[in-house]
């Protein structure tokens, strides 16, 4: 069978997305391309969703910080991007999903828009309601280990 010719070929976009979530959170990449799925269906029903055609490219994730290239056809990018934002759990573990950008090619994308996070947590005790409590520390953001799970809070939250 012969290729077509690049004319008739279909275009992407790749689209940068940064997760985070708690850090006891396990997930992999069929579970994040399940859920990215069943939102465009929710929101661009079966038409648009095919029409987008959204596809997790490439997916790394580890303790509640995870990085994704979601492939895309160009035109719906618009879509794409509505989709991905509609994601607000992959399985039980509630994310945070934001789109870092869009780009023309893979390469593109990964040195333009990911790979800048530090991805070693540092774990700590900090202050919180009253009690000194274990804590995952990112950036300025502090995840804290309490009976009934994790609560995030920023340093202003902590002493």
Not at 115 to 126: A, C, L, N, T
Request: proline residues 5%.
């Amino acid at each position: 069978m012969k290729h077509l010719p690049k004319h008739l070929r279909p275009r992407w976009r790749y689209l940068a997305v940064d997760i985070e979530t708690a850090p006891d959170a396990a997930f992999d990449r069929g579970d994040f391309q399940r859920a990215l799925w069943y939102a465009a269906g929710n929101l661009l029903g079966d038409a648009g969703s095919a029409d987008a055609d959204l596809t997790v490219f490439a997916f790394g994730f580890a303790d509640g910080v995870g990085e994704a290239i979601v492939r895309a056809r160009r035109g719906e990018t618009d879509a794409a991007r509505a989709a991905i934002a509609c994601v607000d759990s992959v399985g039980e573990d509630p994310v945070g999903i934001v789109v870092c950008g869009i780009s023309g090619t893979v390469r593109a994308c990964e040195e333009s828009y990911l790979g800048d996070r530090d991805p070693s947590p540092i774990e700590q005790h900090v202050t919180f309601a009253d009690d000194s409590r274990p804590a995952i520390c990112r950036d300025d953001l502090a995840e804290i280990s309490m009976p009934d799970g994790f609560v995030a809070a920023t340093e202003l939250d902590t002493h």
